[in-house]
């Protein structure tokens, strides 16, 4: 099958743009171009060859205008709204919530445990003292308590449906200032 192209007859093509648009791409202090008010004949001898126009010569750039002399401002800038972290207690309740659930696995934990902490976890996850039927277990209500500096001692109350289970863990700021788990306990099942 052979396409064949063709254009709408007879809408004639303006020339030059409407003098309300602007040409974005020329520099401000350019003069537009015009035409040359010469008649467009070629010259006797050379047919065919159209006629050379002047070129006017090329503008020096203009200097800008200098700004009055005022002490600099700082620059201006939206205000940062600092974002809210999350508290270590809040995020380790959840991860060892997912864990305890049997919703993750206890590698998950690895990297956030340290001491004899993995061990417990890896033996409480063998039973999922959390697992629920039916609803996803969520954290009710945290609490903690600062026995040291650099040291809390968490409580988590977990909902699933009607029921209200425990769960406390202890967390330690490490010399690379990353809380780790150390502790897991839950309440009886």
Not at 16 to 35: L, M, N, V
Request: hydrophobic content about 30%; aromatic content about 4%; glycine content about 6%.
């Amino acid at each position: 099958m052979n396409k064949v192209m063709s254009r709408t007859a007879a809408r004639p093509r303006p020339r030059h743009r409407p003098p309300t648009r602007r040409d974005t791409r020329r520099p401000g202090g350019a003069p537009p171009r015009t035409p040359s008010r010469r008649a467009a004949t070629t010259p006797a001898g050379k047919p065919g060859t159209p006629p050379e126009t002047p070129r006017p010569a090329p503008e020096a750039p203009r200097p800008l205008p200098e700004a009055p002399r005022t002490a600099p401002e700082a620059p201006r800038t939206a205000p940062v709204t600092a974002v809210r972290q999350p508290r270590p207690t809040d995020v380790f309740a959840d991860r060892l919530l997912a864990v305890l659930s049997g919703q993750r696995p206890v590698h998950w934990m690895l990297r956030h445990t340290a001491g004899r902490a993995y061990d417990e976890l890896a033996r409480l996850a063998e039973h999922s003292p959390l697992r629920t039927r039916g609803t996803r277990p969520v954290v009710h209500d945290i609490g903690y308590y600062v026995p040291s500096e650099g040291t809390l001692e968490v409580f988590a109350r977990i909902a699933a449906g009607d029921r209200l289970r425990a769960m406390a863990f202890r967390l330690e700021l490490g010399k690379d200032l990353r809380w780790r788990c150390t502790a897991v306990e839950t309440g009886p099942k």
